[in-house]
C-alpha cells in the first residue's frame, strides 16, 4: 500500500510504448483507402485541402503533445503520489481504468461542448464540413489543458503506466469513428458501444443532433446522462459559425482569438464570465454578453451597445 513515490524519470525510463505511433502507418493506409472509395467507387466529393489541413493539424498535436509532457505526466504523478495507496498492474485495474476513464472522457467532452473556454480547445476537431478518417487528426494543440478533467483516475491510486496505455487506446479508437463508410452495426454492439454511426450524430449541425453522443468508447454514459440520439437522415458537418479556412493555426485558434476580443470588448465580471463558461452557442448573439455587462439591449440594438461598450 505504502509504496515508494514514483518520479518523472522512472516513469520515462520504463520506455512505455507510443501505440499511436505504432498504429499510424495503418491510420494512413487506411485514409487512402477511404479516399479511393470514395472518389473512384461512390462518385463522392473529397475536400483535399481540408484533408491536408487535417494532417497539418495532427502533426501540430504531436509537437504540442511532446512539449507538454513533463506537464501532463507531472500532474498525473502528483496526483498519484498524493494518495498513500496504490492499485496493482494487472489486468482487472486496466479494466478499472478503462471503464473510470471513459467515464471522465464522456464528461470532458460534454464541459467542452457546453463551456466556451473549453469549447476553444475542442471546437478544432469540428470546424470541418465534410466526415472522414482525417477528421480523426484534428486534435487542437492545447487540448492538453483538458488533463485537469483525468486526475480523479491518479487519485484511485491507478498506476500512471495503466493510465497512459489506456488513455492512448481510448484516443486511437476515436479514428474508426469518423467515416461515412461504415454503417449501422448489429444492435448489441450499437447499445454499448460508440459507433461511426453515434459519432456522426455528435458532429452534426441539425438541430436534432446538436450535442448529442459524447461518448469516447461506451456510448452507454449518453443512454444513462440523456445525451443519446440515433441517426436517422444524414447529418450537416461542421460548426455553427463555419471557420471558412484551411489555415492550421487558424483552425486551431480562431475561437480563442474571438473570447480575447469578446473579453477586451465588455469590462464587466460576469460579461467575462459568461464569455468565458456560458454556452458557446452565445458567439452568435452578443445580446447575452451586453446583459450581463449591464448593458439591456434587442437584437437590432447589437452594434449600438458594442459601440457604447467601446466608448
Request: hydrophobic fraction near 45%; charged fraction near 20%.
Amino acid at each position: 500500500m505504502n509504496e515508494p513515490k514514483l518520479t518523472l524519470e522512472q516513469v520515462f525510463a520504463m520506455d512505455l510504448p507510443p501505440i499511436i505511433i505504432y498504429a499510424a502507418p495503418v491510420m494512413f493506409a487506411l485514409v487512402f483507402v477511404e479516399y479511393f472509395i470514395r472518389i473512384r467507387k461512390l462518385r463522392r466529393n473529397y475536400d483535399t485541402k481540408d484533408a491536408f489541413a487535417a494532417t497539418a493539424v495532427g502533426i501540430g498535436n504531436i509537437i504540442s503533445s511532446a512539449l507538454t509532457k513533463v506537464f501532463t505526466f507531472g500532474l498525473v504523478l502528483l496526483c498519484y503520489n498524493l494518495v498513500p495507496w496504490s492499485i496493482p498492474i494487472t489486468w482487472w485495474s486496466f479494466a478499472l481504468c478503462f471503464v473510470v476513464l471513459d467515464f471522465c472522457r464522456y464528461w470532458a467532452h460534454r464541459v467542452a461542448h457546453e463551456q466556451r473556454f473549453w469549447w476553444a480547445t475542442h471546437v478544432t476537431h469540428h470546424s470541418s464540413e465534410q466526415y472522414n478518417f482525417t477528421v480523426a487528426f484534428r486534435l487542437s494543440w492545447i487540448q492538453q489543458l483538458k488533463i485537469i478533467f483525468f486526475l480523479p483516475i491518479a487519485l484511485m491510486g491507478i498506476h500512471p503506466v495503466v493510465f497512459f496505455i489506456v488513455h492512448q487506446i481510448e484516443v486511437l479508437y476515436q479514428f474508426w469513428l469518423h467515416t461515412e463508410l461504415i454503417k449501422k452495426l448489429p444492435r448489441p454492439i450499437e447499445f454499448i458501444f460508440t459507433t461511426p454511426s453515434h459519432h456522426r450524430v455528435h458532429h452534426a449541425t441539425n438541430e436534432k443532433y446538436l450535442d448529442k453522443n459524447y461518448g469516447s468508447t461506451l456510448i452507454i454514459w449518453d443512454r444513462i446522462f440523456g445525451t443519446f440520439k440515433e441517426e436517422e437522415e444524414t447529418p450537416d458537418y461542421g460548426i455553427l459559425k463555419p471557420v471558412g479556412s484551411y489555415n492550421p493555426v487558424y483552425l486551431v485558434f480562431h475561437e480563442a482569438i474571438d473570447i480575447v476580443k469578446d473579453l477586451s470588448t465588455y469590462r464587466s465580471p460576469k460579461a467575462w464570465y459568461k464569455i468565458l463558461f456560458g454556452s458557446p452557442n452565445l458567439t452568435l448573439n452578443k445580446k447575452a454578453y451586453a446583459e450581463a455587462a449591464g448593458l439591456p439591449v434587442n437584437d437590432s440594438k447589437e452594434e449600438e451597445v458594442k459601440a457604447k461598450v467601446e466608448a
